[in-house]
């Protein structure tokens, strides 16, 4: 048995139960008893499992208490809000209840969002141990997971009309890896599925590292970069219904945000060619505004195309710097999902003893250091900038036209 079929018998739920009311899974006291009383097995299948539930708080929040996790499968799963608005995108896309294979499923958790959006769920893992944690997860919706490898079964499973969803594996001997030379299944089979899905007339989607080299996007994918929160965290191919070959986009997921998220899609061949009215360099001045792009925003290249949104056809907004992400526009005050936004107090030189004798005359003590395009380390010379005091301040390394300089910026209340 499998650890997870052995914690789902009677006495295993009772040792989960047992572990979970330690204060400490790592002590040694605790550990013994509970080896005692449940043999070494059952105990440290337990205690394996309440730890990563209780790690997995930061990623499923209250839910984690009654998922089931392995190691790996953990750190591979996808976060809840980017797994629930992927599946909205194939809910959207496909009749209720159609099917989608999901290939190579892990711990189960995308093929659960896939059933809470109304679609219907085949799940393949090859995984032994991994594959029951997902039979766990999966067993209250009816989801069928097969275990088996993925390129053994995939003509059974991804028939005509069924879409694929498709996490390849990213751990090496090494340890995680974004190569797609390291994925499992191999990537050439993974792209393989995805357009034999599209050609079925069914949805697809790959879920890959969000640093994926630009070369290995096929021209006939959808390229989306999404973040929760901030944090970049996949690029995900698309083909099929509602898609749009060549397509780059960037969405954002998080709290207070709208059912989908907040999507800046770039037309095809947009990347390369940026649109009309798309930023220059626009000098910077005490008042403006600065804007920090979201990670997707710059990953998927829409920079400029965000820099024409805020400016309009004036072209107000602009790069501080042709090859910085930073942009910089007129003191109106202008909100976007897109970017944090800063008001520019002071500008600086970008000289540490200057830094130094302003933080020290302003007598701050939090002191926070953004930097684009420079080599400082921003908590080495937070340290020596020497911050004491009671006062607050953001200051933002970039090059601008004239030379490096330091932004004393303040936060813009967000949208």
């Not at 989960?16 to 509970?34: F, V």
């Not at 809910?91 to 059933?115: K, N, Q, Y």
């Not at 390369?272 to 710059?298: K, M, N, Q, T, W």
Request: net charge neutral; aromatic share 4%.
């Amino acid at each position: 048995m499998t650890p997870v079929d052995l914690l789902r018998t009677p006495v295993g739920e009772e040792a989960l139960a047992a572990a979970a009311g330690l204060a400490d899974t790592e002590s040694p006291a605790a550990g013994s008893a509970l080896r005692r009383r449940f043999g070494a097995e059952l105990a440290a299948a337990a205690l394996d499992q309440t730890a990563l539930r209780r790690r997995a708080r930061t990623k499923f929040g209250p839910s984690a208490a009654t998922l089931w996790f392995t190691r790996a499968g953990l750190e591979q799963a996808t976060r809840p809000r980017v797994a629930a608005q992927r599946a909205e995108r194939y809910a959207a896309a496909m009749p209720p209840g159609a099917r989608v294979a999901d290939l190579g499923c892990g711990i189960g958790t995308d093929a659960l969002a896939l059933v809470a959006a109304g679609m219907s769920v085949i799940a393949v893992e090859v995984d032994p141990d991994t594959a029951a944690v997902a039979r766990a997860n999966l067993a209250s919706v009816g989801a069928e997971v097969i275990g088996a490898d993925a390129g053994d079964v995939v003509d059974t499973v991804l028939t005509e009309g069924t879409g694929v969803f498709v996490d390849p594996a990213r751990r090496t001997a090494r340890g995680r890896s974004w190569d797609a030379a390291d994925v499992s299944p191999p990537w050439p089979d993974v792209l393989d599925w995805l357009r034999r899905a599209a050609d079925g007339g069914a949805l697809g989607c790959v879920k890959a590292g969000p640093g994926l080299p630009y070369r290995l996007i096929p021209a006939w994918t959808e390229a989306e970069w999404v973040s929760d929160d901030g944090d970049l965290v996949e690029l995900a191919l698309w083909a099929g219904p509602g898609c749009t070959p060549g397509l780059r986009s960037a969405t954002l997921v998080g709290a207070g945000r709208p059912s989908g998220g907040d999507r800046l899609a770039l037309p095809p061949g947009a990347a390369d060619a940026p649109p009309v009215g798309a930023a220059g360099v626009r000098p910077v001045s005490v008042g403006d505004l600065l804007y920090e792009p979201d990670p997707a925003v710059i990953r998927a290249g829409a920079v400029d195309a965000l820099a024409g949104r805020l400016g309009g056809d004036e072209g107000s907004v602009g790069r501080v710097h042709r090859d910085i992400a930073y942009l910089v526009g007129g003191g109106d005050e202008q909100r976007t999902p897109f970017a944090t936004v800063f008001r520019v107090l002071e500008i600086l030189p970008h000289k540490e003893k200057v830094l130094r004798a302003w933080v020290r005359d302003h007598r701050i003590g939090t002191l926070e250091i953004k930097k684009r395009g420079v080599t400082d380390d921003p908590a080495r010379l937070r340290q020596r900038l020497r911050p004491a005091g009671p006062g607050r301040a953001t200051l933002v390394l970039t090059p601008t036209p004239s030379g490096a300089r330091v932004l004393v910026v303040d936060r813009v209340p967000g949208p």
